[in-house]
């Protein structure tokens, strides 16, 4: 199972930006699909999940102002992100509990730098 970012990058605060993560391989249900973000000298905190119904869950800061939809049958997960601020400075990684070939496992992509700044 492959799981592949994209859409990272620079933004001024107050931008958007929006990440997509692709995932691939034997993949026979997915439970929840979502982003984790890890800031420099900080541990990796949950910041959005979206589970096999569709039910969007936000923490923190990321609630109010970004959007995760997941598509089962496309097997992607998308975040937009709004009024980014310098502390949503991190690497975000794609995240997936899915039930592979030997059971339900947790996958994660390889991560994606965002940074906010002027």
């Known amino acids: 199972v492959q799981l592949v970012e994209s859409g990272g990058g620079l933004v001024q605060p107050g931008g958007s930006l929006t990440l997509s993560c692709a995932m691939s391989?034997?993949?026979?249900?997915?439970?929840?699909m979502g982003w984790y973000r890890q800031a420099p000298g900080k541990q990796r905190e949950l910041v959005a999940l979206?589970?096999?119904?569709?039910?969007?869950n936000y923490v923190g800061s990321a609630r109010g102002r970004f959007i995760i939809s997941g598509d089962n049958a496309k097997k992607t997960v998308s975040l937009q992100m709004n009024h980014l601020q310098p502390e949503d400075t991190a690497v975000y990684f794609c995240?997936?509990?899915?039930?592979?070939?030997?059971?339900?496992?947790?996958?994660w992509g390889q991560g994606t730098q965002v940074t906010v700044s002027s």
């Open positions: 995240y997936g509990d899915i039930r592979t070939t030997w059971g339900k496992e947790a996958h």
């Open positions: 979206v589970s096999n119904d569709g039910t969007p």
């Open positions: 391989g034997k993949i026979f249900y997915i439970y929840n």
